[in-house]
């Protein structure tokens, strides 16, 4: 039971560069998210999806996409990375309602 | 719309001293709250949650009291340990505002030292 899997766990990115941050779950949970995390602004929700074929923006949605492609996997685009995008990327995912379980973050670099 | 203030850190402490990590919150609903802590390099992991006033979370010599009437939930420990150094998020999810979405503190950085 490896619980919530991020990739990749590092990346450096040029202005205009675009990639993909996969996740995965292995616990059955109906929920996934996406937050970023940077210095003295906590975690910030990006997408949510509460259910397979479902997805919701967040607090901060601009400058990304997401696709939920199965129960267990959903993914978070960046089409043109901006060095606004620096950040560490956590994925997280919930049965329960409101217990979230987090992947390890994926640390990418904007240039 | 939902809120959560925390203490900022860093907060030093020693080994064997008390802890305290002061959280309130602002909430339309009846929120559950939450204490969740990271590890360098780590993503978040839950220590102990409330979903209703007056409940007390507990786990591994942490507890945090959810008291309505102040709209708090502050995190205490006896008697901390350098493995407590970690960075510490206050976070609450809302009923009211549907789905299972957290709203998160700016957390708080804990070091122990011997």
């Known amino acids: ?111 | 719309g939902d809120s959560v203030t925390q203490m900022e850190g860093p907060v030093t402490l020693s080994e064997e001293a008390f802890l305290t990590i002061n959280c309130t919150y602002t909430a339309t609903g009846y929120p559950s709250l939450f204490w969740y802590v990271q590890y360098p390099g780590e993503g978040l992991q839950l220590l102990l949650k409330a979903t209703k006033a007056d409940d007390k979370g507990s786990n591994k010599g942490f507890e945090a009291t959810y008291r309505k009437e102040t709209t708090s939930f502050h995190l205490e420990k006896g008697s901390v340990q350098v493995s407590d150094s970690a960075v510490y998020f206050c976070a609450l999810s809302d009923r009211a505002g549907g789905g299972n979405k957290l709203t998160f503190g700016t957390g708080t950085q804990l070091k122990v030292e011997l």
């Open chain 1, 1 to 111: 039971n490896a619980g919530v899997t991020q990739t990749p766990k590092f990346q450096v990115l040029k202005t205009g560069q675009s990639m993909t941050l996969q996740c995965a779950q292995d616990m059955n949970h109906n929920s996934m998210y996406w937050y970023r995390q940077d210095p003295g602004m906590g975690l910030r929700l990006i997408y949510y999806s509460a259910s397979e074929g479902t997805t919701d923006k967040g607090e901060v949605p601009n400058g990304y996409n997401v696709s939920r492609l199965n129960k267990r996997e959903f993914s978070l685009r960046l089409e043109s990375a901006a060095p606004s995008q620096t950040s560490v990327y956590f994925c997280a995912s919930t049965r329960e309602i409101n217990e979230q379980f987090f992947g390890p973050g994926t640390r990418l670099t904007v240039l």
